[in-house]
């Protein structure tokens, strides 16, 4: 087993849809913020960038050389961070992928889109084709974005790939939380893997949304769970299966 501390603060942060610019300033402060606490990686709620509005997708679709990514990325590079944020992009069709930007201390970027769509996402979106595995001191961690966490295939995978973490960045409700926290919770029983949520606080796309951003140890029991929906960094050490979390407001 791993006796590497892993650091990860999973991020709850006000968003604006459609306003890029004041969602990029909020990114770059819980980075800073995180670097600060010592985190190995900060991770962002789906479609953090852009918020969760799907009929603005196709205006609001970045490509991998959008000067927003490259701020992301410098940030990672001067604060030492591995970053992971949400942003609708492009893919070479008429209908872009619900992605996350994986921004590394080194400065590469990695992509991973969300393969298992929402009902109606598809009328908006395409589907990625391919899972997305980051690794961090010794860890492997496998990306997953809402819906996909959903789908048992999904999770089949990262265990079939050897993953030592599932790390989910979504959109969940306050009346759809205690169903997606079962599923989260039955990935971690099932697969034997530490699971965590990053969700957002703020109303995106007509949806209210629920915070909550947690962690499920891999008996499936609640390891750590922010209590409200505040702007707040919640900040996991993993130790192997070890898991201890404490939340800074932002």
């Not at 010794?138 to 990262?158: R, T, V």
């Not at 997606?180 to 995106?204: E, G, K, M, Y």
């Not at 962690?215 to 209590?227: C, H, L, P, T």
């Amino acid at each position: 087993m791993n006796s590497n501390n892993l650091s990860i603060a999973l991020a709850q942060i006000p968003i604006v849809d459609g306003d890029i610019e004041a969602n990029l300033q909020q990114h770059l402060h819980a980075i800073k913020q995180a670097a600060e606490y010592g985190a190995d990686l900060v991770v962002f709620p789906e479609l953090s960038l852009s918020g969760y509005v799907l009929d603005r997708v196709g205006e609001l679709a970045f490509n991998t050389k959008h000067g927003i990514l490259r701020v992301l990325s410098e940030q990672a590079v001067a604060n030492q961070i591995s970053v992971i944020a949400g942003c609708p992009l492009e893919n070479g069709t008429e209908k872009p992928t619900i992605s996350s930007v994986i921004c590394n201390p080194t400065g590469e970027l990695g992509f991973y889109a969300k393969q298992y769509l929402h009902s109606g996402e598809e009328q908006y979106c395409s589907a990625g084709q391919h899972n997305h595995y980051l690794r961090l001191k010794g860890y492997k961690l496998a990306l997953a974005i809402c819906s996909d966490f959903s789908n048992p295939q999904h999770s089949h995978d990262a265990v079939e790939d050897e993953a030592d973490v599932y790390l989910a960045s979504a959109l969940v409700s306050p009346s759809g939380y205690g169903a997606d926290a079962d599923i989260l919770s039955n990935i971690a029983a099932t697969c034997r893997l530490p699971v965590l949520l990053s969700n957002h606080i703020s109303p995106t796309g007509g949806w209210q949304t629920a915070g909550k951003s947690a962690v499920w140890n891999i008996d499936g029991s609640v390891a750590f769970e922010v209590e409200n929906d505040q702007a707040s960094l919640a900040v996991v050490e993993i130790t192997g299966n070890h898991i201890v979390g404490k939340v800074h407001l932002l």
